[in-house]
């Protein structure tokens, strides 16, 4: 589930977004569809641990308060395609960061993937290997990577492997 955290705090950069916009982004960007309960607890232990805020806004008269917990028939509306503007019936409903949330620094790493000669080369520090490895796969999701080969140079990594559509592996196979 931490996975689904740091993506959540990612995802709310440094303004507020609608919690429907929120849910929807984080599917598109873990490439995966997200249960609506796996996303709202989620965004209850967040809330408990003060990693982000939700605010309710009364649309009629703009007072905004504090949420400190999500429900599910609170928050379920707010998921649906309809609700992805945050504004359902009298109510908005938006997430930020709150004051723990640890933002992630973005990974020292290049890939070089070369789909005619179907290999990558992944560069990368060694405190950020697994990172840099884990989004090669979620920036490539079309994708599967083989490592064949690891070479540790100082604090820097060079992984190099196939790289092969996941459509043509799935073919070759019996």
């Known amino acids: 589930?931490?996975?689904?955290?740091?993506?959540?705090?990612?995802?709310?950069?440094?303004?507020?977004?609608?919690?429907?916009?929120?849910?929807?982004?984080?599917?598109?960007?873990?490439?995966?569809?997200?249960?609506?309960?796996?996303?709202?607890?989620?965004?209850?232990?967040?809330?408990?641990?003060?990693?982000?805020?939700?605010?309710?806004?009364?649309?009629?008269?703009?007072?905004?308060?504090?949420?400190?917990?999500?429900?599910?028939?609170?928050?379920?509306?707010?998921?649906?395609?309809?609700?992805?503007?945050?504004?359902?019936?009298?109510?908005?409903?938006?997430?930020?960061?709150?004051s723990l949330a640890r933002v992630a620094a973005a990974p020292a790493w290049r890939v070089q993937v070369n789909m005619k000669q179907r290999r990558f080369v992944l560069e990368t520090d060694v405190e950020t290997e697994a990172e840099a490895i884990q989004r090669m796969h979620d920036t490539n999701p079309e994708v599967r990577f083989r490592i064949e080969r690891r070479v540790l140079v100082g604090k820097r990594v060079r992984i190099k492997g196939s790289a092969v559509p996941k459509d043509a592996h799935e073919s070759a196979d019996p």
């Open 1 to 98: 589930m931490a996975h689904l955290h740091e993506v959540i705090v990612d995802v709310l950069g440094d303004d507020e977004e609608p919690l429907g916009v929120a849910y929807h982004e984080v599917e598109k960007r873990l490439g995966r569809e997200v249960h609506a309960r796996e996303f709202l607890d989620a965004i209850n232990h967040m809330l408990e641990n003060d990693v982000i805020r939700l605010w309710e806004t009364d649309v009629r008269s703009g007072d905004r308060s504090e949420v400190f917990l999500l429900t599910e028939d609170r928050g379920l509306p707010y998921l649906d395609e309809m609700g992805c503007g945050g504004d359902v019936g009298p109510a908005v409903l938006t997430l930020a960061r709150g």
